[in-house]
């Protein structure tokens, strides 16, 4: 099967600009995830999806960084305007469902979107 | 307090020596998933194990195997006859279905392995 996609693999944009990250998870996922991964530190879940609607986005900077997940299936994420501490690696993860002692629930990531804010 | 906690920041191992990554969680749901993944250089996340909650036996895949102590609340994780392809971050990670099925990561620890 085909593995989780993300675009673009790397961008960089001076700070107060804008910036849009896709993901297109694996064909029949449910749960969309998008993490914010800065150097030398673990993921940090930014925001989830189940389906079209949201999990939860309690760690989302709402003031600059937006998400949707149009149909339920493919999601993009903003950030606007940019700022230096938000160069990170962005990483998108899906999975089939929601079962939180189930292995067949496993996250399956992409291979992340790197931003560099000067 | 933290989900997850990884004590090692980095470790280093002799290439086919055996290596244990260590990892304890904080939870009070009875039902929950402890992961490890894998993050190599080129940033992607790999799967690599998987342990239950309710799973009487630790999880093995192929060189893997999770040395789960419930009461302890320790999902650590065992890499047996370590290869030179195994130098990366390696994450523990946590899934609550009451906290509406967050995973919670670890910091991670750095394993390089030397020939």
């Known amino acids: 099967e085909a593995g989780v996609a993300q675009s673009p693999r790397y961008k960089i944009i001076e700070k107060r600009q804008s910036v849009a990250f896709w993901c297109n998870p694996i064909?029949?996922?449910?749960?969309l995830y998008w993490y914010q991964q800065i150097l030398g530190q673990g993921p940090k879940l930014l925001i989830q999806?189940?389906?079209?609607?949201?999990?939860?986005d309690s760690q989302l900077p709402k003031d600059r960084f937006s998400a949707e997940r149009l149909k339920g299936v493919d999601s993009t994420l903003k950030i606007q305007p940019a700022k230096l501490e938000d160069s990170a690696v962005y990483l998108c993860?899906?999975?089939f469902g929601t079962g939180g002692s189930s292995g067949a629930n496993v996250l399956t990531f992409g291979a992340g979107s790197r931003l560099t804010v000067l | 307090a933290q989900k997850i906690t990884q004590t090692q920041p980095g470790m280093f191992v002799q290439e086919k020596e055996a290596v244990t990554l260590d990892c304890t969680y904080d939870t009070s749901d009875p039902s929950y998933g402890l992961f490890w993944y894998k993050q190599p250089s080129s940033g992607e996340m790999i799967f690599l194990i998987y342990?239950?909650?309710?799973?009487?036996q630790n999880a093995t895949e192929g060189r893997y195997s999770l040395n789960f102590q419930k009461a302890r609340k320790s999902a650590n994780l065992v890499i047996s006859a370590s290869q030179l392809g195994d130098s990366a971050m390696y994450f523990c990670?946590?899934?609550?279905?009451?906290?509406?099925?967050?995973?919670?990561f670890g910091t991670g620890t750095s394993l390089t392995v030397i020939p």
């Open positions: 993860a899906s999975s």
């Open positions: 342990q239950g909650s309710y799973d009487q």
């Open positions: 064909s029949g996922h449910a749960t």
């Open positions: 990670a946590m899934r609550e279905p009451y906290t509406g099925n967050q995973f919670y």
């Open positions: 999806f189940q389906n079209n609607g949201v999990v939860d």
